[in-house]
């Protein structure tokens, strides 16, 4: 049991996250001209209704593949919100919170046939509990709570926001005061206690182990908690940038409030362009370690693209896009009176 430092610490994070693609900026730089975006086939979206068989909407938060996903729903009497899980199969219900304990599903990711996710919830008396879960992608065996011992957890709306590696489940967290560090927190997979490692900074996961910092009034940093090395990013002050240790998203904008996105290395090497008129739909950059996924107006819609760090084409996913998102090299939108997904994994 907690108190609401949890909810606080995830306001928080999200509107941080938010920056990256609201923050208006001055170009630092021309960057290089790049070639003409080139077309190249994309697999053929996976469509499943955007209604569940009782009729309930149902909302995707996390794709484990193209044709498995987890989601919310209303009951029909709108009395709780479900998780739900989605395959081929079927449809499996995975929780359920009354409507009165404002739950939150957090924190979605998948390894070895398993899906993990954080939940918070309204307890009585009015504290607040986030805790981790863990089910099956496939069988009917019920969810596991792994652990309530969460800390002040931090959420990004990241695909980074739990990490499986080593055999364990790793966040960040909130320090108990207002210090500049950050609480690694992880526990196994299989549940048990909680270990928790202060880190001076403040950062989110990256691509494992890396660390990416989230401190305006401090150098952009990637640092690596296992060996202590800390690495700091090339940027101007004008750009806003987000990065993996190996490709860097970068955000200015020209007249008329333009928001123009550049591909790079953490160095500030091999700079490109990315063309277009481009609204970023993630706070997550190269996207299955090679895309970078956006909006884009066109013939009075809004096209999902996909821009190929590799190749420098710039792929459309679809024309005609609702909502959109993308975690872990799956990429979904809402179409009409279905959700779509592609795998670019």
Known sequence: ???????????????????????????PEA???????????????????????DGADYTPLFYASAGVSAGTAPTPDGSADRLMLRTGAGDRELHRLAKGRYAQFLGFTAADGQLYWAESSALAGGAYETRLWRAPLD????????????????????EYDLVIADGRVHW????????????????AVTGGPVTTTSFAGRFRHTTWPWLLSVDDTAPLTL??????????????????????????????????????????HPDGSDRRRIPGDLTAITVDNAVAGRYEIFTTYRDERS????????????????????????????VWWQEGDAWKSVDLR
């Open 1 to 27: 049991m907690s108190n609401p430092r949890p909810l606080i610490a995830l306001a928080v994070a999200l509107t941080a996250g938010g920056v990256l693609l609201a923050t208006v900026h001055r170009s």
């Open 31 to 53: 960057p290089r001209a790049t070639p003409a975006p080139a077309p190249a086939p994309v697999a053929e979206p996976v469509s499943v209704s955007a209604k569940l068989p």
């Open 139 to 158: 069988g009917p065996a019920a969810p596991v709570s792994l652990t309530a011992d969460m800390g002040a957890a931090v959420f990004f709306d990241s």
């Open 172 to 187: 960040v967290a909130a320090p108990p005061d207002d210090g500049a560090r950050t609480e690694l927190r992880s526990v």
């Open 223 to 264: 640092a690596d908690p296992r060996t202590g090395e800390r690495k700091v990013v090339t940027k101007a002050a004008a750009e806003q940038v987000v990065c993996t240790p190996v490709w860097c998203r970068s955000m200015v904008t020209a007249a008329g409030d333009r928001f123009l996105f550049d591909a790079r």
């Open 303 to 330: 096209a999902l693209v996909a821009y190929d760090l590799q190749t420098s084409a710039l792929l459309t996913l679809t024309a005609d896009a609702g909502v959109s998102a993308t975690r872990a090299g799956v």
